[in-house]
């Protein structure tokens, strides 16, 4: 079982930044941060596998930045030129035993075990 405690959610105006942490009791080959969209599964923000591979989804690149701290057992989520749409719940997440690299870049909710309780951010125009 792992357990995953977020962080550093909260409120900014537009173009502002935000640096969201997750606290792991132990990390996955795969790890991930994911958002809610009203009315659509939760979303994949950004995945990386063990060794540093990432992947984003297409409404942040160039924007988010995802890294690790395994030494720590940390996620982190960089989250720069915010957009009053990126406002939601983010949830840092962990994948289950057997996900590889290709599935961890695939960024499928399915994928993924273990969820922390969520942390909210809110980006004022």
């Known amino acids: 079982q792992v357990q995953l405690v977020e962080s550093g959610g909260g409120s900014v105006q537009a173009g502002g930044s935000l640096r969201l942490s997750c606290r792991a009791s132990s990390m996955s080959y795969c790890m991930g941060w994911f958002r809610e969209v009203p009315g659509k599964e939760r979303e994949g923000v950004a995945t990386?596998?063990?060794?540093?591979?990432?992947t984003y989804g297409d409404s942040v690149k160039g924007r988010f930045t995802i890294s690790q701290d395994r030494a720590s057992n940390m996620l982190y989520l960089e989250m720069n030129s915010l957009k009053p749409e990126d406002t939601t719940t983010y949830y840092c997440?962990?994948?289950?035993?057997?996900?590889?690299?290709?599935?961890?870049?695939?960024?499928?909710?399915?994928?993924?075990?273990?969820w922390g309780q969520g942390t909210q951010v809110t980006v004022s125009s």
């Open positions: 997440a962990a994948a289950r035993a057997g996900v590889g690299t290709v599935q961890c870049l695939a960024r499928s909710r399915e994928d993924f075990a273990y």
């Open positions: 990386i596998e063990r060794f540093g591979r990432t």
